[in-house]
């Protein structure tokens, strides 16, 4: 059985770590906790340790833990950190601080459109494949600044920053963080709002110390916190 409670101070320890090593200060870095494919009680176990922010991979799960009975009234921050579909965007708008797995401008469109309708701004990143694997989604890192210039005019919507899901090998993810960090500064060298774009969502389990490294200011951690899946 996971200590969820005991596991979660362990991974902001060595979030505080990282962040002494890399001269930062922890603040500056926020824990997802991912919690797909785990239980609602797994999510009020670690909201009960101090846990607010929490990442969802797959729609229908989200929307059931949000209407859950255990998790309904809390004011949990919401991120959908999955690869999300245009057809897909109507049932997440309006219900998440923030979407990650955006890599088409097509998306942000119907984001766009959405968001206008429901009279909110919602906060999205691009996810940029910079291990230029195959399986991956998210954009080419040479396409980022053509993707992002077709969405900065959209209404209702703002581009936050970028989001990659880096290579199992951890030398290697740091190169593909630093190179994430590279298209970021790029990109606010050319963004009509360059104080909007402040967030790099990368690092998981297994490299979020390399991320931190490389100023990963959201990292994404389920298998440290809640054990395999």
Same mark, same amino acid.
């Given at each position: 059985? $996971?200590? *969820? ?7 902001? $320890? ?12 922890? $603040? ?14 797994? @999510? %009020? ?53 923030? *979407? ?9 469109? $119907?984001?766009?459109? %959405?968001? /206008? ?17 195959? #399986? ?6 040479? #396409? @980022?600044?053509?993707? +992002? ?7 209702? /919507? %703002? ?5 990659? *899901?880096? #290579? ?9 963080? +630093? ?51």
């Amino acid at each position: 059985m $996971e200590d *969820i409670a005991e596991n979660l101070a362990s991974v902001k $320890e060595q979030i505080a770590s990282a962040c002494r090593n890399a001269g930062r200060r922890p $603040e500056e870095v926020r824990l997802i906790a991912v919690s797909k494919t785990k239980s609602a009680a797994a @999510v %009020r176990e670690a909201w009960d340790a101090g846990q607010r922010v929490f990442g969802e991979s797959y729609v229908q799960e989200f929307l059931d833990k949000l209407g859950d009975p255990q998790l309904e009234d809390l004011p949990i921050e919401w991120h959908f950190i999955g690869h999300l579909q245009s057809n897909k965007i109507r049932q997440v708008a309006g219900k998440v601080a923030m *979407i990650h797995g955006i890599d088409k401008p097509g998306t942000v469109g $119907e984001l766009s459109r %959405r968001a /206008v309708q429901h009279g909110i701004v919602m906060d999205y990143l691009l996810e940029v494949n910079t291990s230029r694997e195959s #399986s991956k989604y998210g954009l080419d890192p040479s #396409s @980022v600044m053509l993707a +992002a210039e077709t969405c900065f005019g959209l209404p209702n /919507v %703002r581009l936050r920053g970028l989001m990659t *899901i880096a #290579s199992p090998d951890p030398a290697l993810a740091r190169r593909e963080f +630093a190179e994430l960090r590279g298209c970021l500064e790029k990109l606010r060298s050319n963004a009509p709002d360059p104080a909007l774009l402040t967030e790099l969502s990368m690092g998981m389990s297994q490299d979020f110390e390399e991320a931190v490294m490389e100023g990963a200011t959201l990292i994404r951690i389920g298998t440290a916190i809640f054990g395999w899946r």
